[in-house]
């Protein structure tokens, strides 16, 4: 059976339904509760979130429909293995709450760029690493969630591709457009339920339907399909096969898809980037109330990421047992005529379980849940960006640029997103790729190691300075898009082909996550000897912007000027601001108090319709543009010591929660 031969029944629609209208009223009402008139409010929530929803927050922003599908997929292909990029999560949200998060809530910044600015001072790094971060949005995350929701909305729903996407992208803007981060993170809290709830309901029909765990595990590695084919590989064997560690999380270094060595190592140096400096996950955290919220946020988000495993990857083998000449194909005949994908179906394995297994209405539910996985990716995203846009991007272009322009401006991007993403459905369509997270994997490794290089440095490193980061960054890019460019120049044949990889040993047999690990090492060992061959940075300009330095109370001299000075009476000329690069911050904060209009003066009647619908006031007050008050950052930094041992406890019991569920599957 394909997935076309599967009727949608009308309860389906009717809870799918029920599903949007239910989150359009949580987001609508939380865009109503929202200071979304200013900057922090709009863009952090005016710092003010509980750790539960910022923990709800940080998983759904993670979880997209490519984690439903790829995770899925890749554990019908070759079992548990692809869990080991969940699992090493948990551990890594220790570091963001415990390392990271400090520094960066001391330092009161929007964004990730605008930190790397306030600690290096210049602006070529946080220009750079602002538009990379974008790319990435758009080549790995905002275009494998569309793909992979592509999947359910065409097959099971049966509506046309660009008009589904059209409705998702719509709904997804408004919440991000109407009420900022804060109408995010509570939508997100909503469907971190769904999808959990969802999720573990058809986790325990995908094991009964296979006669518990135990008979899941036995039967996996027989579930060879009728029709396959003997292809090129190490072995000589079925292309169908299952390798013999399915249930191992760590394997062989040599092992051609999950070496433990990459899995340990470069996984990790992934991870460090993902989870500690992409803006999409920093700005929950970001939004806490205190420290310890923003811990215990990190805490809840640990726990969480031990689920997919379950939900997801053990369902995907249950899928390649019940499913076995679908979702096991290796004929590109006969998979093109279940998937119209000759590359093979592993990727329809969990859109199979929910139209086979669940019944009228609940399988509506699960459409539902991978519709909430979709659109909570794409308001995280998307907002996200228009804050990086916003606040490292625009501000360069117009420095005159009031808060309230850049609250329009910052909805304004989310459309410009909107159409892109809707431009890049043609891409996606063209580039079906057998297993999606392993895509997504690969290019992360070829551009994310040089940032967390960077980042790490920074943050521990107080000898770090400006151009041993930049030359460090740049050679990675080099030797990365080197790498990039290089592994998709090749057609790689598929297995059913009979034909040797013609890739040369140095892309075929160095697997992406050790390049990982290569291009780390590169970008570390130049920013080290940059920054030891060139002149330190000043201490004093170094207060709060490293982890030695959060606690300390002196007055920051920044290459900038003091972010919270009123500089109305300076005069800057452009030249100024061109040349000298030690006022280049008091250059950008010509906003509105050196122009600021009469609070009563008659204003047009478009732009009182605009500021309406955006939820902006007339004029608001800049005091939060360019960060928080010295003081304010203090207090934040500041725990008290119940909270703090509370928090210390959990995530000791994280670590080793997550440590033991490493051994045990080891």
């Known amino acids: 059976m394909v997935l076309e031969d599967i ?106 760029p605008e930190y790397l600015r306030k600690r290096f001072g210049g602006q070529r790094i946080r220009i750079y690493l602002s538009v990379l971060a974008l790319l990435l949005y758009v080549f790995t995350k905002i275009s494998a969630d569309l793909y992979a929701g592509a999947i359910f909305i065409e097959e099971a729903m049966k509506w046309d591709l660009y008009v589904a996407i059209i409705v998702l992208l719509a709904v997804a803007a408004i919440f991000t457009i109407a009420g900022g981060l804060t109408a995010v993170i509570w939508t997100d ?91 999409v996950i920093v700005q929950r955290v970001l939004s806490a109330k205190n420290i310890s919220h923003a811990k215990m946020g990190c805490v809840v988000a640990g726990y969480l990421k031990f689920l997919p495993m379950f939900l997801l990857v053990f369902p995907g083998m249950a899928a390649r047992i019940l499913f076995t000449d679908q979702i096991g194909c290796s004929s590109p005949e006969v998979c093109y005529a279940i998937c119209r994908n000759k590359g093979g179906c592993s990727n329809i394995a969990y859109p199979l379980l929910v139209l086979e297994l669940m019944p009228p209405g609940a399988r509506g539910l699960m459409l539902s849940v991978m519709l909430a996985a979709l659109m909570s990716s794409l308001t995280s995203i998307f907002n996200s960006s228009s804050t990086i846009f916003t606040i490292d991007i625009w501000t360069r272009i117009r420095k005159q640029a009031k808060e309230m322009e850049l609250l329009i401006v910052g909805r304004i991007f989310v459309l410009v997103q909107v159409v892109i993403s809707i431009l890049w459905i043609p891409v996606i369509e063209a580039a079906h790729n057998s297993q999606l997270f392993h895509y997504i994997q690969s290019v992360t490794s070829y551009l994310a190691p040089p940032v967390c290089a960077v980042y790490v440095l920074a943050v521990l490193w107080t000898r770090t300075n400006e151009r041993g980061a930049f ?67 000043d201490t004093k300009h170094l207060y709060r912007l490293t982890f030695w330095t959060i606690m300390n109370t002196q007055l920051r001299e920044e290459p900038r000027k003091s972010s919270n000075t009123k500089v109305s009476n300076v005069n800057w000329g452009e030249d100024n601001c061109a040349f000298n690069r030690d006022d280049i911050e008091a250059c950008e904060m010509k906003t509105t108090w050196a122009h600021s209009k009469d609070q009563n003066e008659e204003i047009p009647l478009w732009k009182r319709v605009v500021f309406f619908i955006c939820g902006i006031k007339h004029n608001p007050n800049s005091q939060d543009l360019h960060g928080v008050p010295i003081e304010q950052a203090e207090q934040r930094v500041q725990e008290v010591s119940t909270w703090k041992n509370w928090c210390n406890i959990n995530a000791i019991l994280l670590a080793i929660f997550g440590s033991f569920v490493w051994g045990f599957y080891a």
Not at 32 to 59: C, E, T
Not at 232 to 261: G, K, V
Not at 525 to 530: A, G, R
Request: aromatic content about 14%.
């Open 7 to 112: 009727p949608l029944h009308w309860g389906d629609v009717f809870v799918i339904v029920v599903y949007f209208l239910c989150v359009l009223g949580v987001g609508l009402w939380s865009s109503k509760q929202s200071k979304r008139d200013s900057m922090s409010g709009y863009f952090l929530a005016s710092r003010n979130m509980h750790w539960i929803p910022v923990g709800a927050s940080l998983f759904a922003s993670n979880i997209g429909s490519g984690h439903f599908v790829g995770l899925a997929g890749s554990g019908a292909i070759s079992g548990i293995g692809i869990a080991g990029f969940e699992l090493n999560a948990m551990l890594i949200m220790l570091i963001l709450g415990w390392l990271f998060v400090p520094v960066y809530t001391a330092a009161g910044v929007f964004t990730m």
């Open 471 to 537: 030359w460090g960054l740049m050679v990675g890019l080099v030797v990365g898009m080197t790498r990039f460019i290089w592994e998709f120049s090749y057609t790689v044949p598929s297995c059913a082909s009979g034909q040797p990889d013609p890739r040369p040993d140095i892309l075929s047999k160095v697997h992406y996550l050790h390049f990982g690990c290569i291009l780390f090492v590169v970008s570390f060992m130049v920013t080290i000897v940059v920054s030891l061959s060139t002149e330190p940075i």
């Open 189 to 279: 809290l909503v469907q971190t339920f769904l999808m959990i709830a969802g999720a573990f309901a058809l986790m325990v029909i995908s094991f009964m339907k296979v006669g518990g765990y135990q008979k899941l595990v036995k039967q996996f590695a027989t579930k060879i399909p009728n029709e396959t084919v003997i292809g090129y590989n190490s072995r000589n064997e079925s292309c169908s096969a299952i390798p013999e560690n399915y249930m191992h999380l760590l394997r062989s270094a040599y092992d051609p898809e999950l070496p433990w060595t990459g899995m340990v190592f470069g996984l990790t140096i992934s991870a460090v980037w993902y989870w500690c400096s992409d803006q």
